[in-house]
Nanobody
Framework: QVQLVESGGGLVQTGGSLRLSCAAS????????MGWFRQAPGKEREFVAN????????YYADSVKGRFTISRDNAKNTVYLQMNSLKPEDTAVYYC??????????????????WGQGTQVTVSS
């Protein structure tokens, strides 16, 4: 019912910037929350950022706070993740996620119902 497609990943040097996009289709209009997660090889998927449908509330993992910005353009059904001051430890596959019901533990990947295919972000030193 909800399809998510990420784009914008790539290779960047330490201190550089990337802007990820997540285009949603289907019944995304009814989604209450959108999130970004990332997963490095051999590690668990971890929370990055979250935004409600109106864009009035945002949350960030401590590791990216002050460097990353999540935003959305509801006219385009698209969520963005602006990543600045990138570090090698930011290297991971980044996933867009959506949930169509209220959730409390927004940082838990298991609470999201729909996922994109992921886009690779590699930060070199």
């Amino acid at each position: 019912q909800v399809q998510l497609v990420e784009s914008g990943g790539g290779l960047v040097q330490t201190g550089g910037s990337l802007r990820l996009s997540c285009a949603a289709s289907g019944r995304t209009f009814s989604s209450l929350t959108m999130g970004w997660f990332r997963q490095a090889p051999g590690k668990e998927r971890e929370f990055v950022a979250n935004i409600n449908w109106s864009g009035s509330s945002t949350y960030y993992a401590d590791s990216v706070k002050g460097r990353f910005t999540i935003s959305r353009d509801n006219a385009k059904n698209t969520v963005y993740l602006q990543m600045n001051s990138l570090k090698p430890e930011d290297t991971a596959v980044y996933y867009c996620a959506a949930v169509t019901k209220p959730i409390y533990f927004i940082r838990l990947s298991a609470n999201y119902d729909y996922w994109g295919q992921g886009t690779q972000v590699t930060v070199s030193s």
